[in-house]
């Protein structure tokens, strides 16, 4: 879930970026010279999902360190499994 939450992130960030810069080979003009206080919540909205994915994954990882080091092969090591 922690990536499928970071690859949103950049869809939405692209398409920010889009909305702020435009396209001029797709005639894609730009959004945020006519919308300027939703282009800053856009951006204040990508931001804060930004920050809150980079925990998530972080939280996953120190959340699969744990697990890995409770039931890791180097547990049991020395005694036999019969």
Do not use: D, H
């Not at 990508?46 to 990882?61: F, G, H, I, R």
């Amino acid at each position: 879930m922690a990536y499928v939450t970071v690859a949103a992130v950049a869809a939405a960030a692209q398409s920010s970026v889009f909305a702020k810069l435009g396209q001029p080979e797709l005639q894609w003009m730009k959004v945020c010279n006519m919308y300027g206080k939703f282009c800053n919540q856009v951006g204040e909205g990508t931001a804060s999902s930004l920050l809150v994915s980079v925990s998530m994954v972080a939280l996953s990882c120190i959340s699969a360190f744990s697990l890995f080091r409770l039931y890791g092969a180097n547990k049991g090591k020395g005694s036999t499994w019969w």
